[in-house]
Each structure stands twice: as structure tokens, then as C-alpha cells.
């Protein structure tokens, strides 16, 4: 009976801790590849903006990376992940972005409690490592809607798609593929943006 219990015992801490033969996940930090120069002419708007991250589907917003390899499914890679739900990631570079650009008074996380004129509402729709076609691309698309925080009033609400070139079938090259499709996203949504921000 001790050594059925301490048979037991083994397996129940190798599953805990891992077999020496168990990979351990990596995981993967966002970046925004692109560079936030001002735009060149561009009005500063005296407002104050906040940003929220947000995803339409729960199953895109998991910490590890998305894959499908036919159409109409989609998985979890086993051993990579990012550093946080990706739908904060994506918030916190916008909001250095826009920062960064200088064109409004502030830019903060919606979480700072800041007396803001705009809110900023960046939805996440999809982003995942689409093998179903060959070559596979890294699927990226935000919605990002602008509101009058002070009037809650819809500014304006636009999409953003890309379909970047993965380079290798590996999670690797995809994350490589997802952040030059969020990059490029930025490179369309800031300036968005600040032109929606300072219309009439």
C-alpha cells in the first residue's frame, strides 16, 4: 500500500512540475516597430484623451498565441504566449503612440481616473496565425472608436485590417508577423485619430 501511495505521490508531482522533457513556454513582448514622428503641419488638440483595450471575442483576448490551420478553427499554441491579454498590450501601444506624438494634452490608460474630453475605444477583432493559406499570414484587426467622453457621443468609428507575411510556420516568426500588423495599424489609427479629434 506505501508504495502504491508513493507511486502515487511521483506522478502527481511530475505533472505539477514538469517532466524533464516538458518545454517551457516562452513568452512574447508586443512592440510597435514603427516610429512616432509628428505629422508634419498637424494642429495640436487641446483635449485630454483616455484609451481602452478591449476584445470582441474573449478566445482572441487568452495570453497565448492564436493559430489556425483550416478555415473556420482556430487553437491555442501549447508553449507561447504573450506577456498579458493582448487587448492591453495593444491599448498600451496606442497610448504611447499617440503620447509620444505630443497632439493632445494628455493620453492615459481609461484605469488612471483622469477627467478626460475623449475617450478612445480600441477593440480588438481578431489576431492570430492563419496557416489555413499558403503563404500563412498573421491576421491583425482593431476597431477603434472616438467618443466625447464629456458628451458621450460617437466621434467617429473606423476598422483597421492587415494581413501580414509570416516568414516560418513557428510561433516565432508569427509574433515577428503581429507586431509589423500592429505597427502598421498604428501607422493608420493614430493619425485617425487626431484627425477625428480635432474636427468640428
Known sequence: ???????????????CLGGKGTPSTTHFVMTDLGSASESVGAAAVAR???????????FYDAENLVYSREAGSRAYYQFAAW????????????????????RFTSVSSITAGVDADLLLNVNMTQMYHDLSVNPAVARVQLIGELVNWKKRALL?????????????PDASAAVDAMNHGV???????VPWVEATAGGP
Open 1 to 15: 500500500m506505501r508504495r502504491v501511495a508513493s507511486a502515487c505521490l511521483v506522478v502527481v508531482l511530475c505533472g
Open 183 to 189: 505597427t502598421l495599424i498604428l501607422d493608420e489609427l
Open 83 to 102: 506577456t498579458d491579454r493582448p487587448s492591453r498590450l495593444v491599448s498600451a501601444l496606442v497610448q504611447r503612440r499617440l503620447e509620444t506624438r505630443g
Open 48 to 58: 485630454n484623451l483616455v484609451v481602452s483595450g478591449s476584445a470582441v471575442d474573449a
Open 156 to 168: 467617429g468609428r473606423r476598422s483597421f485590417t492587415v494581413a501580414a507575411p509570416v516568414a516560418r
